[in-house]
C-alpha cells in the first residue's frame, strides 16, 4: 500500500523560506510517475503548487513558478517543496500528492501539514 | 488562471439525486477531458472520486457519475447517503500546463 507523508516546520516567518518534504512509502520514486505538492487555504479550495517526475523534470504552477522549487531525492525515497518570500497568503494545509500526469488527476493524497506564516 | 465555478452548497434528502456543477472555459473543463472530482471530509484529505470527466477509480461506488456539456461538467451522486456528506471539488487541466480546482461545494445530507 503506497502512502505518503508530509514533514516539516509548522511556523514560517514571513519573508522567509517555507520547506516541506514527503516521504513516500510502499513504492519507489524511482519507477515512476509525478510526485506534486497541493496546498490550501483554510475555508478554501485547494491550489496545485507543481509536480516533479522521478527523472527530476519539475512542472510547477505558472503563477507560483517564481518562488516554487520542487526536488527529488531517489536515495531516500522523498521529494520536496521550497517556497521562498511568504506571506501570510501562503497560510494553507500543503498535501503531498501522487500525480498521474498523462490524465491530470491526483489518486493519492498524503495526510497534510499545515503551515502558518506569522511572526 | 481563475478557479472553476461551483455552488457553494447543495443538499438532499437521502436516497434522492444531487448534481453538482463546475463551470470553466474552452481553455480548461470545455477544452480537455482532464476533469476530476475530489471527495473531502472534515479535517481529511481530499480523496479521488472521478477522473477523466466520468472514469471512477477502483472501490468508488457507482452511486457517483460524471458528465460534461460544452465548458461545464458536472458530478452526480445517486441514491444520497450521510457519509455522502461533505466537500466537493472539481479539477481541470488548463491551457496554461496546470491544474486548476473548483472553489468547493459543500452537500448536506437532509
Known amino acids: 500500500q503506497v502512502q505518503l507523508q508530509e514533514s516539516g516546520p509548522g511556523l514560517v516567518k514571513p519573508s522567509e523560506t517555507l520547506s516541506l518534504t514527503c516521504s513516500v512509502s510502499?513504492?519507489?520514486?524511482?519507477?515512476?510517475?509525478?510526485w506534486g505538492w497541493i496546498r490550501q487555504p483554510p475555508g478554501k479550495g485547494p491550489e496545485w503548487i507543481g509536480s516533479i517526475s522521478h527523472s527530476e523534470s519539475a512542472s510547477p504552477n505558472p503563477s507560483l513558478k517564481s518562488r516554487v522549487t520542487i526536488s527529488v531525492d531517489t536515495s531516500k525515497n522523498q521529494f520536496s517543496l521550497r517556497l521562498n518570500s511568504v506571506t501570510a497568503a501562503d497560510t494553507a494545509v500543503y498535501y503531498c500528492v501522487r500525480d498521474l500526469r498523462w490524465n491530470w488527476y491526483f489518486d493519492l493524497w498524503g495526510r497534510g501539514a499545515l503551515v502558518i506564516v506569522s511572526s | 488562471q481563475s478557479a472553476l465555478t461551483q455552488p457553494a452548497s447543495v443538499s438532499g434528502s437521502p436516497g434522492q439525486s444531487i448534481t453538482i456543477s463546475c463551470t470553466g472555459t474552452?481553455?480548461?473543463?470545455?477544452?480537455?477531458?482532464?476533469v476530476s472530482w475530489y471527495q473531502q471530509h472534515p479535517g481529511k484529505a481530499p480523496k479521488l472520486i472521478l477522473y477523466n470527466i466520468s472514469s471512477r477509480p477502483s472501490g468508488v461506488s457507482r452511486r457517483f457519475s460524471g458528465s460534461r456539456s460544452g465548458n461545464t461538467a458536472s458530478l452526480t451522486i445517486s441514491g444520497l447517503q450521510p457519509e455522502d456528506e461533505a466537500d466537493y471539488y472539481c479539477s481541470s487541466y488548463t491551457s496554461s500546463d496546470a491544474s486548476v480546482f473548483g472553489l468547493g461545494t459543500k452537500v448536506t445530507v437532509l
Open positions: 474552452s481553455s480548461d473543463v470545455g477544452g480537455y477531458n482532464y
Open positions: 510502499g513504492y519507489s520514486i524511482s519507477s515512476g510517475y509525478y
